[in-house]
């Protein structure tokens, strides 16, 4: 049985930084691709951050602010989130899909609240 478990989410001031971790179970990971989603309030899930064995990938909203590293040893994926803003405020998911055949799988999510 394929599990996702992030944690690290919490209340931060902005400007300051939080890192996310998703552990990940049951599955072939080196396999993967591995991405961190977040959903806002009323707003669609939106993609942050990918990583394979090879390269990364982030949406412009957080180039230059977060790194998304993953361990392929210990089957974990991390999200460091630096300089953090208000709009940064949603609950991140992370995400594994397994190349070619699109299998994915998904963890609960973690809530991430930039306020002062």
């Known amino acids: 049985q394929v599990q996702l478990v992030e944690s690290g989410g919490g209340l931060v001031q902005p400007g300051g930084s939080l890192r996310l971790s998703c552990a990940a179970s049951?599955?072939?990971?080196?396999?993967?691709?591995m991405h961190w989603y977040r959903q806002a309030p009323g707003k669609q899930r939106e993609l942050v951050a990918s990583i394979t064995s090879e390269s990364t990938n982030y949406a412009d909203s957080v180039k230059g602010r977060f790194t998304i590293s993953r361990d392929n040893v210990k089957n974990m994926v991390y999200l460091q989130m630096n300089s953090l803003i208000p709009e940064d405020t949603a609950v991140y998911y992370c995400n594994a899909v397994r190349a070619p055949s699109g299998v994915a799988y998904w963890g609960q999510g973690t809530q991430v609240t930039v306020s002062s």
């Open positions: 049951g599955l072939t990971f080196g396999r993967y691709v």
